[in-house]
């Protein structure tokens, strides 16, 4: 089956501290993957993608690179802000119209 | 553009009670999914609509079903309601579905069943 497994929060940092929020998935087939971030009373974003195996997608100074042989998908930001402080969700999408969505990471970055 | 709205925006409803949820997608965004968001599970897919058409179905009960009308906007109802329905309901429209869309989301609905 379809599925997703993130890494569990709460995570803490402190302002220009490193970020890596694991992902990892199971899937049939060769699916796309997401990571969304949701802002408190906010509805999820779409924060980057990768459609295909080795593809790096990156917004906003985050990364995160599909890596189909360790099936992972993690996201990465060398120097986090304030701003950041958000809830993010790994997701993939194996035949475009159905997403699958991790259990969700919350960020809190401290001044 | 506007973006995605749903309303309402919060609910309180007995057991028993039929709720349902309203979505207006982004215009000219035909495919609308919907998504049930708790803190144990996550979100989960419910179902997604493309012209009028329900596209894909998550493992929900029958309980929870859907529509889309020709303008594309979409319900859910959910009936007969449960505690375990508590949860915020979450829609999203793109142009016509698939992962080279870009999915955007609403602020959802807040469902409280007591």
Same mark, same amino acid.
């Given at each position: 089956?379809? /599925?997703? %497994? #993130?890494?569990? +929060?709460?995570? $803490?940092? /402190?302002?220009?501290?490193?970020?890596?929020?694991?992902? %990892?998935?199971?899937?049939?087939?060769y699916p796309s993957l997401f990571w969304y971030v949701q802002y408190p009373g906010e509805g999820l974003q779409l924060l980057l993608k990768a459609t295909k195996a080795d593809d790096k997608g990156s917004n906003k +100074?985050?990364?995160?690179?599909?890596?189909?042989? $360790?099936?992972s998908f993690h996201l990465e930001k060398g120097s986090v802000q304030v701003s950041d402080s958000a809830v993010y969700f790994c997701a993939?999408?194996? %035949?475009?119209? #159905?997403?699958?969505? +991790?259990? +969700?990471?919350?960020? %809190?970055?401290?001044? | 553009?506007?973006?995605?709205?749903?309303?309402?925006?919060?609910?309180?409803?007995? !057991?028993?009670?039929?709720?349902?949820?309203? *979505?207006?997608?982004?215009?000219?965004?035909?495919?609308?999914?919907?998504?049930?968001?708790? @803190?144990?599970?996550?979100?989960?897919?419910?179902?997604?609509?493309?012209? =009028?058409?329900?596209?894909?179905?998550?493992?929900? @009960?029958?309980?929870?079903?859907? !529509?889309?009308?020709?303008?594309?906007?979409?319900?859910?109802?959910?009936?007969?309601? =449960?505690?375990?329905?508590?949860?915020?309901?979450? *829609?999203?429209?793109?142009?016509?579905?698939?992962?080279?869309? =870009?999915?955007?989301?609403? @602020?959802?609905?807040?469902?409280?069943?007591?």
């Amino acid at each position: 089956g379809n /599925s997703v %497994t #993130q890494m569990e +929060g709460p995570v $803490t940092l /402190s302002e220009e501290a490193f970020l890596t929020i694991n992902c %990892t998935y199971t899937a049939t087939g060769y699916p796309s993957l997401f990571w969304y971030v949701q802002y408190p009373g906010e509805g999820l974003q779409l924060l980057l993608k990768a459609t295909k195996a080795d593809d790096k997608g990156s917004n906003k +100074g985050f990364e995160a690179t599909y890596r189909k042989e $360790t099936t992972s998908f993690h996201l990465e930001k060398g120097s986090v802000q304030v701003s950041d402080s958000a809830v993010y969700f790994c997701a993939l999408s194996p %035949t475009g119209n #159905q997403f699958y969505f +991790g259990t +969700g990471t919350s960020l %809190t970055v401290i001044p | 553009k506007a973006g995605v709205t749903q309303t309402p925006r919060y609910l309180i409803k007995t !057991r028993g009670q039929q709720v349902t949820l309203s *979505c207006s997608p982004i215009s000219g965004h035909r495919s609308v999914s919907w998504y049930q968001q708790t @803190p144990g599970q996550g979100l989960q897919f419910l179902f997604e609509y493309f012209s =009028e058409t329900q596209r894909n179905k998550g493992n929900f @009960p029958g309980r929870f079903s859907g !529509r889309q009308f020709s303008n594309s906007r979409s319900e859910m109802n959910v009936s007969t309601l =449960e505690l375990g329905d508590s949860a915020l309901y979450l *829609c999203a429209s793109s142009l016509s579905g698939g992962s080279l869309y =870009e999915q955007y989301f609403g @602020p959802g609905t807040r469902l409280t069943v007591t």
